[in-house]
């Protein structure tokens, strides 16, 4: 299993051959850095700690300065864990383009801001 992580820049549309109109949403995905990497033999199962859109150290706290500081790697707002990679070490970047062909089909999950309970106004 591949993964890698991006966000969400807006949505456009497309035209096909045929004129069918089809609504695309547009993700920007920068180079994801391994920041850990989890083993069967040490954590009893295997994958990645992705680290991506890069920060500064003041939007960090200690314990997560720490963390990048033991992997020596760049600081980064977001961490997600991929489960499945294996083969790679600490501070591989990982590039969409090395990750998948043009017209390879990909799955794709997204997380949406709560907004709790809202009125019509804000709904839209």
Do not use: C
């Amino acid at each position: 299993m591949k993964g890698i992580f991006g966000t969400k820049v807006g949505m456009t549309q497309v035209f096909e051959e045929n004129g069918r109109l089809i609504p695309v949403t547009l993700v920007r995905v920068e180079p994801n850095q391994v920041v850990s990497v989890k083993t069967k033999e040490k954590d009893g199962y295997d994958a990645v700690q992705l680290g991506f859109n890069q920060t500064d150290e003041k939007n960090l706290n200690k314990p997560q300065l720490g963390h990048f500081k033991k992997a020596n790697t760049n600081n980064y707002k977001y961490l997600e864990e991929v489960r499945g990679m294996v083969g790679y070490k600490i501070g591989d970047l990982l590039k969409v383009e090395e990750l998948f062909q043009e017209g390879q089909v990909v799955d794709v999950q997204a997380r949406t801001k709560g907004r709790g309970f809202t009125g019509a106004i804000k709904r839209w």
